[in-house]
């Protein structure tokens, strides 16, 4: 591993500082080498940075982690010196997150499997303080918060008590910050041109455009609904930076409000339920799969159904070898290949968090001598028609039994394919011949587990496996209906 060797310093600068990183876990990294006197996160740039009591723990840190990877929750961190010798308050204010307290929270929640309201929200904060209002609203960021307190050291309380913390275990993790001040007046003419031209005319208080001291809330509802209230500029720049919010509002000090906005039509797209998490029917599976964190790279909050897949071999690709391929990260509704581009395919998984795993771990695989293109469609779903093929009701779907396993299984092709559900009397030599059409195969293995037969066979490479996966899964061998998928293993 390279560590940038910069001039010693105290202060030691910490990169690839994923959001599901958390203030103890970099403490618990660190503490082994000495007293941690600072912390810094810029959670904008995914760094910490970190002073250590004296430049000879740091230096102990840096020489330690010269022949170990650091690593945290499954992500790998690099560490350097920082070319700043010590940490200054006015440093922490410029880099870090630690803008002036204030009694308005900003709370982005990630890993998000479970569906998080207003009442939820104000259940995990208001033990810390009376709680007056809460907006919520979904950002590039994610699902976020603001979340303003009666008084200011309530606000500062709960930040010290929960940032970092998961709101279920395993998942949900609390994000913290002081809502912003003094925002720059550019935001406030790009909201000008770019808002209030394209979309809607709102009204704007302006005596408050710098500084948010009070949330205003116009009704409380618990559904996602548009809310052109006339919020204070930081709420409205959060507005502006979105495509679309659909926010969910709450004024604990006046409960008398409506319920909606009168005339407001839903966001299209979202429904009365809230704001669409499709993959909420699934929770119990993959909390079970994935209970101490997603795999890195994925969100969990995608709500988009629909891939598009792209550079398809044309020759040798149908609705069916694609459903071999794409099956292993979710249930397919339907699939449809585009007769206008013959080379592209629309895919409609059975979630949002199904189609986030087969876009993250399949984009660039290599199928049929092609390099796939992977990427959410633009179409919240595909129509059924005598041009679609539906699979919504395939018992190959593998994700309507042991959904839980099969999550935790997913990964990118790789060069061995595991088979399952073979014949009991099967032959190493029969699965090897029931394969090797595609490819070089280097090493092979059958056998029992839990009274079935099982068989590993180890290709040259990965599109090899992939092919062989997507041609003969749930093909016939000895008279019983094979499974075919990846794994993990890298030697037999």
């Given at each position: 591993?390279m560590?940038?060797?910069?001039?010693?310093?105290?202060?030691?600068?910490?990169?690839?500082?994923?959001?599901?990183?958390?203030?103890?876990?970099?403490?618990?990294?660190?503490?082994?080498?000495?007293?941690?006197?600072?912390?810094?996160?810029?959670?904008?740039?995914?760094?910490?940075?970190?002073?250590?009591?004296?430049?000879?723990?740091?230096?102990?840190?840096?020489?330690?982690?010269?022949?170990?990877?650091?690593?945290?929750?499954?992500?790998?961190?690099?560490?350097?010196?920082?070319?700043?010798?010590?940490?200054?308050?006015?440093e922490?204010?410029?880099?870090?997150?630690?803008?002036?307290?204030?009694?308005?929270?900003?709370?982005?929640v990630?890993?998000?499997?479970?569906?998080?309201?207003?009442?939820?929200?104000?259940?995990?904060?208001?033990?810390?303080?009376?709680?007056?209002?809460?907006?919520?609203?979904?950002?590039?960021?994610g699902?976020?918060?603001l979340i303003?307190?009666?008084?200011?050291?309530?606000?500062?309380?709960?930040?010290?008590?929960?940032?970092?913390?998961?709101?279920?275990?395993?998942?949900?993790?609390?994000d913290?910050?002081?809502?912003?001040?003094?925002?720059?007046?550019?935001?406030?003419?790009?909201?000008?041109?770019?808002?209030?031209?394209?979309?809607?005319?709102?009204?704007?208080?302006?005596?408050?455009?710098?500084?948010?001291?009070?949330?205003?809330?116009?009704?409380?509802?618990?559904?996602?609904?548009?809310?052109?209230?006339?919020f204070?500029?930081?709420?409205?720049?959060?507005?502006?930076?979105t495509?679309?919010?659909c926010?969910?509002?709450?004024?604990?000090?006046?409960?008398n409000?409506?319920?909606?906005?009168?005339?407001?039509?839903?966001?299209?797209g979202?429904g009365?339920?809230?704001?669409a998490?499709?993959?909420?029917?699934?929770?119990?599976?993959?909390?079970?799969?994935?209970?101490?964190?997603?795999?890195?790279?994925?969100?969990?909050?995608?709500d988009?159904?629909?891939?598009?897949?792209?550079?398809?071999n044309?020759?040798?690709?149908?609705?069916?070898?694609?459903?071999?391929?794409?099956?292993?990260?979710?249930?397919?509704?339907?699939?449809?290949?585009?007769?206008?581009?013959p080379?592209?395919?629309?895919?409609?998984?059975?979630?949002?968090?199904?189609?986030?795993?087969?876009?993250h771990?399949?984009?660039?695989?290599?199928?049929?001598?092609?390099?796939?293109?992977?990427?959410?469609s633009k179409?919240?779903?595909?129509?059924?028609?005598?041009?679609?093929?539906?699979?919504?009701?395939?018992?190959?779907?593998?994700?309507?039994?042991?959904?839980?396993?099969?999550?935790?299984y997913?990964?990118?092709?790789?060069?061995?394919?595991?088979?399952s559900?073979?014949?009991?009397?099967?032959?190493?030599?029969?699965?090897?011949?029931?394969?090797?059409?595609?490819?070089?195969?280097?090493?092979?293995?059958?056998?029992?587990?839990?009274?079935?037969?099982?068989?590993?066979?180890?290709?040259?490479?990965?599109?090899?496996?992939?092919?062989?996966?997507?041609?003969?899964?749930?093909?016939?061998?000895?008279?019983?209906?094979?499974?075919?998928?990846?794994?993990?293993?890298?030697?037999?």
């Amino acid at each position: 591993m390279m560590l940038l060797m910069a001039e010693s310093s105290k202060v030691i600068h910490v990169r690839n500082v994923g959001h599901e990183i958390s203030e103890n876990d970099l403490l618990q990294l660190f503490q082994p080498f000495g007293v941690i006197t600072k912390l810094v996160m810029l959670r904008a740039k995914n760094q910490a940075l970190l002073q250590m009591q004296d430049v000879s723990s740091a230096i102990t840190a840096l020489q330690f982690f010269t022949n170990v990877q650091p690593t945290i929750r499954g992500r790998n961190v690099y560490i350097q010196f920082s070319s700043h010798q010590e940490l200054t308050t006015a440093e922490q204010n410029i880099h870090g997150r630690e803008d002036e307290p204030n009694r308005i929270l900003l709370v982005t929640v990630h890993h998000m499997l479970y569906p998080i309201t207003v009442d939820v929200l104000h259940q995990v904060f208001s033990p810390y303080g009376f709680v007056e209002k809460i907006v919520t609203f979904q950002k590039s960021a994610g699902f976020q918060a603001l979340i303003q307190y009666q008084a200011q050291p309530c606000a500062a309380s709960a930040r010290t008590s929960l940032q970092g913390r998961n709101i279920y275990d395993g998942c949900c993790q609390l994000d913290i910050q002081f809502s912003k001040y003094a925002l720059p007046l550019a935001y406030i003419l790009h909201f000008i041109v770019t808002f209030l031209v394209s979309r809607v005319v709102v009204s704007i208080d302006c005596s408050f455009i710098f500084s948010l001291e009070e949330l205003q809330v116009n009704y409380n509802n618990d559904r996602s609904r548009y809310s052109l209230c006339c919020f204070r500029f930081d709420v409205i720049l959060l507005f502006m930076l979105t495509d679309f919010m659909c926010p969910l509002n709450r004024d604990y000090t006046n409960p008398n409000l409506p319920s909606e906005q009168k005339g407001r039509l839903p966001h299209p797209g979202y429904g009365d339920a809230g704001v669409a998490y499709p993959q909420m029917a699934n929770t119990s599976a993959i909390a079970a799969a994935f209970g101490c964190g997603l795999p890195p790279g994925i969100t969990g909050t995608n709500d988009r159904c629909t891939i598009l897949v792209s550079n398809l071999n044309t020759d040798s690709v149908d609705e069916d070898k694609l459903f071999n391929l794409f099956s292993l990260y979710g249930n397919i509704v339907r699939i449809k290949l585009l007769r206008n581009k013959p080379d592209h395919a629309l895919v409609q998984m059975g979630d949002g968090f199904q189609a986030e795993l087969a876009v993250h771990f399949l984009k660039g695989a290599m199928l049929f001598g092609k390099r796939l293109e992977v990427n959410y469609s633009k179409h919240p779903n595909i129509t059924p028609g005598t041009d679609s093929h539906d699979y919504v009701n395939s018992n190959l779907n593998r994700f309507n039994r042991n959904a839980a396993k099969n999550y935790r299984y997913c990964c990118s092709p790789t060069k061995m394919i595991h088979l399952s559900t073979l014949p009991q009397d099967v032959t190493e030599e029969e699965v090897v011949n029931h394969v090797q059409e595609h490819g070089a195969i280097l090493n092979t293995k059958v056998f029992e587990m839990n009274g079935k037969k099982q068989a590993l066979v180890q290709f040259e490479n990965e599109e090899e496996a992939a092919e062989a996966l997507v041609c003969k899964h749930a093909t016939s061998l000895g008279g019983s209906i094979i499974r075919i998928s990846f794994s993990q293993l890298q030697t037999i």
